[in-house]
């Protein structure tokens, strides 16, 4: 196992400055901005929010729609997971509703809010269609659908990947006790998800609570958290000590989410290998679940296919002729083609930055045989990570960082960004590290070798796959994001997110949609280049298994015949 090599300590000690300059400064000079005043500590502006009137209605419409998105999701996150696991619909049907519920991850959320207002608004594209407006697509009708969109799939990601490690055989057993159904699903699977139930609720909350993109495309005159913050900051008159109050009310939650977190992680219901069961063949079962899927991939693509129509028609409702121009006019634009150059370098950037500090952080927590205080700090800074809203972070860093060499800048669009996405690498990383065999550090030291030399030639190797799903979670995230980089960017350094959110001041539609369309592409071309390398190396890795197999059994078998 690793020693106290110099180079260890190095890595330490960088890991807790990032940490201590990009993420404990920024969020005391939150709390130091709410709570002094004039130089002392005062609690005024607290008394003064908790009494203001529009504070607590943005608060109460934030929070109910956020508890009422998070039953939604995770109830029909389980659905679409049971039928993914236990009923016998077409498997093609399967793969169309998983691969479709992975695409608005692809899409920052205030896209959402767009396609939504062209979907359905007076003038969208299915209102046309059936000659009548369903219902109003703005304020809190427009908000919930587009949370729902943002939070189910990954609620649906928790619920499929843990009933995959559902043990079969308690159903097996109910069914040979001749259990009733509802009896069955409460042994069998229910109590087995408990733990993810409680996930995939605070998640969904989290992300609900937080977003700023689709409050602010549709949510007309209703005021949430996030936009009340956005507007003391970035309004007309700025306010930063009653904005960064409000940003510290928006820690309620994450605190909470936390201590919620940490009781769920204690409970273990889970089995260390997957396990197969054939399932029954019931007609009525795999009907409705066919109608299930079916209504929520034709939902998304009904949802999201306005992108490829409105950039490719002349004025959409008037002039439907099929045209080009607006994506030529968009190319010879100087500016969007400098934010999609921008957006692209960033997200690069982050992360190649980002996999670089998670790995590392993950290999001196998982594979250190000296547990010191430091390691456990770096393990417990991950989770504060996961649970900072972005813009609160965004915020943080605008009031640290506002003056310096670093304002305006690349660096620190990437320093938000590789904090607010921290906790996911670093946990994929630490996972798989520790699942490593224990005493590669010892084989090489005995070999002499020195620790940074087993890293290089033996720990990296093994995991290249996991490296790859980080960068690419790292990428897709920082492509997406706005609340975290919202308030830091400047005319040099926007990036595609806050590009759409300045177009739509302008009212340029079709610019916005040509704009998350090119986003879209990058993102899953990115994907496809990933998975691509990752299956590469997993069909090298089987071949040589397979050589080394084939190379000790006929050198057994040469053995044998020569005795």
Not at 62 to 77: K, P
């Amino acid at each position: 196992m690793i020693k106290r090599f110099p180079l260890e300590k190095l890595f330490q000690t960088v890991i807790i400055l990032f940490f201590l300059v990009f993420l404990f400064l920024p969020l005391l000079m939150i709390i130091w901005q709410a709570l002094v005043s004039e130089g002392k500590l005062s609690l005024h502006l607290f008394y003064e929010l908790f009494q203001d009137n529009q504070w607590l209605k943005a608060f109460g419409n934030s929070l109910s729609i956020s508890i009422l998105v998070a039953v939604v999701t995770t109830f029909l996150g389980f659905l679409l997971a049971y039928g993914m696991n236990f009923t016998d619909i077409p498997p093609k049907l399967k793969r169309l509703t998983n691969h479709l519920l992975v695409l608005p991850m692809l899409l920052p959320t205030i896209t959402y809010g767009f396609v939504l207002i062209y979907s359905f608004g007076k003038q969208g594209l299915w209102s046309k269609v059936f000659q009548k407006e369903w219902f109003s697509i703005y304020g809190m009708n427009g908000v919930v659908i587009g949370l729902v969109i943002y939070a189910l799939p990954v609620t649906f990601l928790l619920m499929n990947d843990a009933m995959q490690y559902i043990d079969k055989r308690f159903m097996v057993v109910s069914r040979l006790m001749e259990d009733s159904f509802w009896r069955g699903l409460k042994t069998a699977i229910l109590q087995p998800l408990t733990k993810v139930f409680g996930v995939a609720l605070v998640q969904s909350f989290f992300m609900s609570f937080t977003d700023f993109g689709i409050p602010t495309a549709v949510g007309g005159q209703n005021i949430f958290v996030t936009t009340l913050l956005y507007d003391y900051f970035m309004g007309a008159v700025p306010d930063f000590s009653r904005g960064a109050v409000i940003a510290l009310t928006m820690l309620l939650p994450s605190v909470l989410s936390i201590l919620l977190l940490r009781h769920l992680q204690k409970k273990d219901t889970f089995y260390d290998q997957k396990s197969l069961m054939t399932v029954r063949k019931n007609r009525w079962r795999d009907g409705l679940f066919m109608g299930l899927f079916l209504m929520i991939s034709l939902t998304l693509i009904a949802i999201f296919a306005i992108m490829l129509v409105i950039p490719f028609l002349e004025m959409w409702p008037y002039q439907l002729n099929i045209t080009l121009t607006h994506f030529l006019n968009f190319f010879a634009e100087p500016t969007l083609l400098l934010t999609l150059r921008n957006g692209v370098f960033v997200g690069f950037l982050t992360a190649v930055v980002g996999t670089l500090f998670a790995y590392l952080a993950a290999v001196l927590t998982a594979r250190s045989s000296h547990k010191n205080q430091v390691l456990k700090w770096i393990d417990h800074f991950s989770m504060i990570t996961n649970s900072i809203p972005g813009m609160v972070l965004g915020i943080s860093y605008l009031l640290v960082f506002r003056g310096t060499l670093v304002h305006n800048t690349f660096l620190i669009l990437v320093a938000v960004n590789v904090i607010h996405y921290f906790s996911t690498p670093y946990q994929m990383a630490k996972s798989a590290l520790q699942k490593m065999n224990k005493n590669w550090e010892n084989t090489g030291k005995m070999m002499g070798d020195r620790w940074q030399d087993t890293l290089w030639r033996v720990v990296i190797p093994n995991s290249k796959v996991t490296i790859l799903e980080m960068f690419s979670y790292y990428f897709t995230n920082a492509m997406v994001t706005i609340s975290a980089v919202v308030f830091l960017t400047s005319a040099n350094t926007m990036v595609m997110t806050t590009k759409i959110k300045e177009l739509q001041h302008f009212g340029r539609f079709t610019d916005i949609f040509i704009l998350s369309l090119l986003l879209l592409l990058i993102n899953l071309s990115m994907r496809l280049i990933i998975q691509t390398w990752i299956r590469r190396i997993q069909t090298n890795e089987k071949r040589v298994k397979k050589n080394f197999i084939r190379a000790v059994n006929d050198r057994f078998s040469r053995t044998f015949r020569s005795m």
